[in-house]
């Protein structure tokens, strides 16, 4: 696409690109709702399988792509945070793709929030449980945890995730408030106050969409997700932006890979680790119930690519220096991460359709985001137009 910004063409390319999201996102709220709505006495279906049985499968690769997509916003604003509050003036080249990916996540962020406010029961089992409660006029039975009960509440699950949306996107306008140049020290200041709350607001996104379904929640969770979308937005910018930086802002950037991936790796397995050699059952469900079935050596392999990843960047300077070096660890990253955000969430998922099916839907809706986001990103790409 070309550079200019003015252009008639630059102009109908952004309506253009909004025009198809509005479509896709009508069509996938119209299917999602459909398919809810769908019972076995319908004569509707998807590919010979009834369109009921199609809830689980579709419900969860919609979620799980938009989940991605969003922590990769989610982590593209963190480390253009991080960079400004720490002085970083290499980053400046860098900044734009922060930006672009940020924008590019909108898309996933509006499919998490239309997931959620379409089929929730279907993820989450205890929304239909607390209608069926407030139906019948009783109250949920939490097992005595009036706590889980409140932070559980449809009304109040579905708003924080509206609020950890609504907070992303103020946190980006502040920034982008302050890139022109001369202003580079309030950008700062806006990034030093903001830091802590995107911390928060991840630490909510990840408690909420990757573990709210499991019998306990995990203290290390809100890391695993910061390290899930730190690591994802590091990749995507070395795969959106490798090819126009300079050989020194490709070194720090294959280091900044480096420290991301190593960050991913211990905070992921370290709680894999502990709870093993420690020997504590109640939480080892969590993983048993994803080793088992087709989930078996799902672990191991996304454990095998992380590892592979970090030793290659840590002991070969090639893979650090060299910008195809770098985009193939880029893309082994970006598609562990891939499998990791499913791996989280679809195994407490009860499906009706066969395990292949399930896989492939989650994989189409994969492509899906991946190319409407880099539509987005190429139609408003960094914002360079905010700059000259």
Known sequence: MSSGVSGGSFAFSRRGVLLLCLGVLMVAGVMLHRVYEAWPSDEGSFFGVPMFRWKAALATGVFCSGVLAAALGLGALFWWMVLRVTGAGWSDDVRGVWCGLCRASVWGWLLVLLVLQVMLPVLYPWAMEAARAAAAGQAVDWGGNDVRGWWLAEPFFKGRSCAVFGLFAVMFLLMGMFRRRGRVRHERLVA?????????????????????????????????????????????????????????????????LLAALAFKVYFSYSQFMLIQYGNLPHEWEFYRVRSAGMWEGWLPAMF??????????????????????????????????????FWYVAPGIVWDVPDAAFVWVYAGCLAVVAGMGWLVFRAFGSGREAEE
């Not at 630490?203 to 995990?218: E, N, Y």
């Not at 060299?322 to 598609?335: C, D, K, P, S």
């Open 192 to 256: 030093a106050v903001c830091l802590p709350l995107l911390v928060a607001a991840v630490a909510v996104a990840g408690v909420d969409w990757w573990m709210v379904r499991s019998a306990w929640v995990s203290s290390m969770l809100p890391f695993c997700f910061l390290a899930f979308g730190a690591t994802a937005a590091v990749a995507s910018a070395v795969l959106a932006g490798a090819g126009s930086w300079t050989k020194s802002v490709v070194r720090k950037m294959g280091l900044l």
């Open 304 to 341: 095998g690519v992380w590892v592979l990843c970090v030793l290659a960047m840590a002991f070969v300077p090639a893979c650090r220096r060299r910008r195809g070096a770098l985009r193939v660890v880029a893309v082994l990253a970006l598609a562990a991460s891939a499998a990791e955000g």
